[in-house]
Each structure stands twice: as structure tokens, then as C-alpha cells.
């Protein structure tokens, strides 16, 4: 049985991520932590996510309990991952990270923190979209020399990074295979008179509307014929079930920064 421990409890992923650990035979929820000063510390973990009282109460971030969490899951806000790093590692706990939207200074804290414990990070943790992401890399091997690719992706109306992360990471994933440099490449959008499309660039569309929980298309397009690959998310569980997939997978295994790829056997 792994323990989870859930940051950012009372956000979105958060309470999903406790629903999950209720549904989940493999996991129990260690504890579940919220910023200081929150008014929901001290309430059932349970009552917070929407479904049984889980006889765990609500924690102040900065008084998380050490002893029971295997593997910590963080899908809160960029501002707040370099404490919670800085907690793992201090602790010495396994760490699954879904915050997306990082700069390039919180990705290199990932990677300083990777070489003390073992730390699972994805912008995207559905089991889908990383066979997308695998299919994309096929797709573009075959006919990415030829074709305009263009990704759009649709999120719900709260979202605040663009473009989403799997966006970002379905074009990275191209311009790998394809040898390109997508901080090159990559065009965000269209207005006015653009003149003729490089071939060689990479486009995002981003739509944020209600409460689409994640869309995600990779065009592939020719003279005459294209590839289009989609995923469509229904339900956030789906991405609470991976992260705890890949919480599970983690647990024992030494320092170093792992993929949700490598989780599931796709690299």
C-alpha cells in the first residue's frame, strides 16, 4: 500500500486527488495539506473532496506530518513549488509534480532537487494523452518532414497558462523527432497579414471556454491528405488515476527525474 500525500488539497486536482485515493485499492491518503492560514484546516479530508469522511484532517502546509506519505503529489501553483520541493527534499519523500505553467528557473529546480529524490514530472498525467504523445512521435518520423503541423488545445475558462502544457509538450515531441528547436519555431497565433505558412514552423491555437476539461489535437497536414490525432479528457480523475499510477511506480525507485512515459513503459 503506498501513502499519499496530497498538496493544495482544497484546489481542483487536489480534491480529485483524495477522491481518487478513496476509489483506489493500492493507495491510501497519508495526509492532505492546504496553505496557511486557510479556513478549511482542521476539516475532514473527506467532507473537503465531496465524498467519505476520510478520519484525516485537513493540514497547515507548513505542519505536514513526515511519517505517513510515501510519495508526494503537487498539482498547486508555480509560486508555491520551491518550498514544496525544499520540504521533499528535507524529508526525503518521492515526489509526483503535475503544476504546469514553470518557468525555466522552476524547471531547473526539478532537476537539482531530481538528484536528492526520486521525482516523477509529466505535463500530463492521463494514461491517453501519453499514447498521444507516443503516436505524435510516430506520426511526425513518417511524414513530419512534409506536412504543416499545427496542435490546438481547448481548456476550461479558469486555466491560467497558455498554451497548456501538453500542448507545449505534443510540439516538443515533434520538433525532437523532426531535429528542430521549437523555442524557434513554435508560432502562437495569427492576426493580420501573416504571408505564406512556413513549413518549418510549428502552430498553438488556444480556446478557453466553460468547463472543457482538456482537448488536445495534433494536425498533420499534406497536399491532399491529413493526420489528425486527438485526445479529449472527460473527467479530471483521469488524471488523478495516472498520478497515483505513477506514485505507485515511484515509491521505491532511487533519485532521478522520471516521465510519465517511463511509467508507463512507452520509453
Known amino acids: ?7 493544495g488539497a482544497n484546489g481542483r486536482m487536489g480534491r480529485v486527488l483524495i477522491d481518487a485515493c478513496y476509489r483506489h485499492t493500492d493507495v491510501a491518503l497519508g495526509f ?26 485537513v493540514c497547515d502546509t507548513q505542519q505536514q506530518p513526515t511519517g505517513i506519505a510515501d510519495v508526494i503529489i503537487d498539482f498547486t501553483l508555480p509560486q508555491a513549488l520551491q518550498s514544496n520541493i ?16 514553470l518557468s525555466a528557473v522552476e524547471l531547473s529546480i526539478i532537476d537539482q532537487a531530481a538528484k536528492l529524490i526520486p521525482i516523477v514530472f509529466a505535463a500530463n498525467y492521463s494514461v491517453g494523452v501519453n499514447l498521444l504523445l507516443s503516436l505524435v512521435r510516430q506520426t511526425s518520423a513518417v511524414m513530419g518532414k512534409d506536412a504543416d503541423i499545427e496542435i490546438v488545445e481547448a481548456h476550461h475558462r479558469f486555466k491560467k497558462d497558455a ?7 505534443i510540439g516538443e515531441v515533434i520538433a525532437d523527432e523532426l531535429g528542430r528547436d ?4 513554435a508560432v502562437y497565433g495569427r492576426q493580420g497579414d501573416t504571408g505564406e505558412r512556413d513549413q518549418q514552423s510549428i502552430g498553438f491555437c488556444t480556446i478557453r471556454a466553460g468547463d472543457i476539461v482538456g482537448e488536445h489535437t495534433a494536425i498533420f497536414a499534406t497536399i491532399g491528405e491529413r493526420i489528425e490525432l486527438t485526445h479529449k479528457a472527460s473527467s479530471r480523475l483521469t488524471f488523478a488515476n495516472g498520478a497515483l499510477t505513477a506514485a505507485i511506480w515511484l515509491k521505491d525507485k532511487p533519485a532521478g527525474l522520471y516521465s510519465m512515459q517511463q511509467v508507463l513503459n512507452l520509453q
Open 86 to 101: 525544499k520540504w521533499c527534499v528535507e524529508n526525503k519523500k518521492a515526489m509526483v509534480i503535475g503544476t504546469t505553467g
Open 182 to 185: 521549437l523555442s524557434k519555431c
Open 1 to 7: 500500500m503506498t501513502k499519499i500525500g496530497v498538496l
Open 163 to 169: 498554451p497548456s502544457g501538453t500542448a507545449v509538450a
Open 32 to 57: 492532505a495539506s492546504v496553505r496557511s492560514g486557510s479556513s478549511l484546516i482542521g476539516i475532514d479530508a473527506g467532507e473537503l473532496a465531496g465524498v467519505a469522511k476520510q478520519y484525516i484532517t
